[in-house]
């Protein structure tokens, strides 16, 4: 591991195996533990254009220097993606067991007591900010007169559901929507969702879905008890650009 006890270790052979450690325990789990299968296609990408990159530059005194600038750029935009990857859908999971989040060297918030904590009865306000090139900022924040983001004081944190509507193909409905409104509900209408340990995520939309209508819902969630999590906020949306 590096000095900074980064769970993601700095020397080149260590990063390479937690990195094809992660992403074959992913793959073997993809329906279990409710991982996109886009994300787990993304990261199988990543990770199989890293095993050339690493092979090129893992032998001292057989490599160039264009192997290690190489090396070095590709693994910033891989750890910029490993780091977004593991908030969203590994580090407070509940469908992956705590001793197996723990295992990879994470350090789950849901090894607190925030079971304890009470039902949430509120839901967090949206906000969509395109950034361009199918990039979205997604801001949450506790009331509508906030200025800033926050997480609810009674959470882990945040899970969207959010779904790209094909302004030429219509898509499945929702049943119910406001209080009534479930995961499930939103999982049978073709939403996929992800939980951020922060109020703020970046989230990196297919380039070929720009002119897609985003469309997210999102919850305040206790990951040690679902049934405390808050109700699902309206729903926001924009066209992604």
Known sequence: MSKSKDYIP??????????FNLNAAIQANIAPWNIPATEAATLLTWSDNFVAIYDSVKTKGNRTTVQVVNYKAYRKDYVRFLRGFVQ????????????????????????????TRPEIETSPIPELLPLGRGLVRMVFKLS?????????????????????????????????????LSAKDLVDAGFE?????????????????LGHT???????????????????SATISMILS
């Open 193 to 209: 969702n992800m939980i951020s340990t922060r109020a703020q995520l970046r989230k990196q939309f297919p380039t070929n879905k």
């Open 88 to 115: 969203s859908y590994v580090v407070n999971n509940p469908a992956i067991p705590l001793g197996t989040r723990v295992g990879m060297g994470l350090n789950p918030r849901a090894a607190s007591t925030r079971g």
């Open 214 to 232: 985003l469309e997210i819902y999102a919850r305040w969630i206790n990951t040690t008890d679902a049934d405390k999590s808050g109700p699902f």
């Open 144 to 180: 509508a007169s906030d200025k800033r983001s926050a997480c609810h004081p009674d959470s882990n944190g945040v899970e969207v559901f959010f779904r790209l509507v094909n302004p030429i193909v219509p898509m499945k409905e929702l049943k119910v929507a406001g209080e009534e």
């Open 10 to 19: 700095g020397p080149l052979e260590n990063f390479n195996t937690f990195q």
